[in-house]
């Protein structure tokens, strides 16, 4: 089965501090997409930041990067100088070679003045 | 600014009272989806369409129904609400190519509560 693991249901970062969470997931496919996605209280979700499989290099925008170990399947997300408006749910998921998304479960992310 | 409309924002019904949710889009995707997310959980895929092709999910319930007009609306009929209904509908979009990355792109969502 394909599946996408985020085993931080909840994480906390002190303002201005770099914090990472952690997605893996399980697939046969060798071709497929990844992405953070980040829904705020207002609860309108939109990307973050996608990773090529086939890309070695790992994706960065601004202050989000991600860590992308094709090998071990795992696909974190870092966060550095955290702000108080990165607080929200962050959804990993991949597309596994298709037109549909599989979503992790989540990690609620606060931000601590 | 091309965007995914979802009207109305939020819907209150009956029990058992039909209900339609309404999505558009300006951003010309040929792929469109339907997702139900309850609370603190993950968006639950019930179908998409993949320009005129329907594709309902396995354990989409049959009260969910789906109407795809032309390129920009795509509606959600849910033909016999229950209370386990009550949810936010999330539309989103994608433009799928062979070879593409499927980004989807959401929008605001219409919260609905049966009563």
């Known amino acids: 089965a394909q599946t996408v693991t985020q085993s931080q249901p909840e994480m906390s970062v002190q303002e201005a501090e770099t914090v990472t969470l952690s997605c893996t997931y399980d697939t046969s496919e060798s071709d497929y997409y990844l992405f953070w996605y980040k829904q705020p209280p207002s609860r309108q979700m939109i990307l973050v930041i996608r990773?090529?499989?086939?890309?070695?290099q790992n994706a960065t925008e601004n202050r989000f990067s991600v860590n992308f170990q094709k090998a071990a399947k795992s696909f974190s997300l870092k966060i550095s100088d955290s702000q108080l408006g990165d607080a929200a749910m962050y959804f990993c998921?991949?597309?596994?070679?298709?037109?549909?998304?599989?979503f992790g479960t989540g990690t609620r992310l606060t931000i601590i003045p | 600014d091309a965007m995914v409309i979802q009207n109305p924002r939020y819907q209150v019904t009956q029990f058992g009272k039909p209900v339609t949710l309404s999505c558009s889009q300006t951003?010309?995707?040929?792929?469109m989806y339907w997702y139900q997310q309850k609370s603190s959980q993950a968006p639950k895929l019930l179908f998409h369409y993949y320009d005129k092709d329907f594709n309902n999910e396995a354990d989409t319930p049959d009260n969910f129904q789906s109407r795809r007009p032309n390129t920009s609306f795509c509606f959600l009929d849910i033909r016999s609400p229950g209370l386990g209904d009550t949810a936010m509908y999330l539309c989103?979009?994608?433009?799928?190519?062979?070879?593409?990355?499927?980004?989807?792109?959401f929008g605001p969502g219409t919260r609905l509560t049966v009563l």
């Open positions: 998921a991949t597309n596994f070679g298709n037109e549909k998304l599989t």
């Open positions: 989103a979009t994608s433009r799928d190519f062979p070879g593409g990355q499927n980004e989807q792109f």
């Open positions: 990773q090529e499989a086939y890309k070695q």
């Open positions: 951003l010309n995707h040929n792929v």
